[in-house]
């Protein structure tokens, strides 16, 4: 474990209340950082994807590498309610502008934290972070069932990769890395933004039997129908790999994002969609990509990421 990064702790910290004792603790009092030397009791592990090379690479706006550490701090001072321990297993950055190694860094770390019985939460970073968090879970697998991907985004991301890697190609790749190694490609994008796609990647995904859903047919009316659609996408997958990218959500809700949504879905439907996915039993691995601290307003955008890593994790 010593080729990991070290943890810093010094972010973990806020407000106090002695006065209600152990009723009164926050996320700053439990989180503990992930031994890199022997095991802990299974539990949340935080993994932070510091990079936002596959965003510039996709000519948005650069500024999510920042996010990991900018969740934590909200984290931070938010009200503990879990049973389980939660540990900080530290960052995977980019900063040289090797994506390929970046991602082969963090497929190894979610694929350790997976095998000593984790259930690992990555914080990106642009939705380039989707690759290597597949390649995490589906090392620690070897090929021992079949992964449905489940994606909240205004995006399909099945750019086809042609000389780079970037936060436009990666389900795409993955899509390559299945077809590579013999094992099925099922991938549901929820949140979709016909606005925002092209005939190609409609085409794209159709002809990869992805199932996807339109913003505007995910509202909370139609949530019965939303439910039992996942209940037959889950009903096919063995292991389950979810990721949120943030700019599924609408605007006024999620401005930190490199493309704001011009409608996004509302947290009233992600919600209890998540909570579905976590009562299945089969969710291994998520993600959160694509939040931008430095295009944020008074913190609102990180409070809302912050949130859904608490939807995650109770």
């Not at 129908?225 to 996408?233: E, H, I, P, Q, Y």
């Amino acid at each position: 474990m010593d080729k990991f990064n070290p943890v810093d702790m010094s972010v973990w910290q806020g407000r106090q209340d002695p006065e209600d004792g152990e009723l009164a603790l926050r996320w700053h009092d439990k989180v503990q950082p992930w031994p890199q030397a022997g095991r802990a009791a299974p539990g949340v592990a935080l993994v932070g994807f510091a990079c936002d090379e596959g965003v510039r690479r996709n000519k948005g706006r650069v500024g999510a590498a920042g996010a990991p550490l900018a969740v934590r701090k909200l984290l931070a001072n938010s009200a503990w309610h879990l049973g389980r321990p939660v540990y900080d297993s530290g960052d995977e950055r980019c900063e040289d502008g090797d994506l390929d190694a970046a991602h082969g860094r963090l497929a190894e770390r979610v694929a350790s934290l997976l095998d000593e019985g984790h259930f690992p939460l990555v914080l990106g970073g642009g939705h380039e972070v989707a690759f290597g968090s597949w390649s995490g879970l589906n090392l620690h697998l070897a090929g021992r069932g079949r992964i449905g991907i489940i994606n909240f985004d205004a995006h399909f991301d099945l750019r086809m990769k042609l000389e780079q890697a970037s936060s436009g190609t990666p389900f795409f790749q993955i899509a390559e890395q299945c077809a590579a190694q013999g094992t099925p490609f099922t991938y549901a994008c929820l949140g979709v933004a016909e606005t925002a796609n092209t005939q190609a990647l409609f085409a794209r995904a159709e002809a990869l039997g992805v199932w996807h859903v339109l913003d505007e047919a995910m509202t909370p009316a139609e949530l019965p129908a939303l439910l039992s659609g996942l209940d037959a996408f889950i009903a096919r997958c063995d292991h389950l790999y979810l990721t949120i990218d943030l700019d599924v959500l609408p605007a006024a809700v999620m401005p930190g994002v490199s493309a704001p949504a011009a409608r996004g879905v509302e947290l009233a439907v992600i919600e209890p969609l998540i909570a579905h996915i976590r009562a299945s039993g089969k969710l291994r691995l998520a993600d959160l990509a694509e939040y931008n601290p430095s295009l944020d307003q008074d913190n609102r955008s990180a409070r809302v990421a912050a949130r859904l890593v608490h939807q995650l994790t109770k």
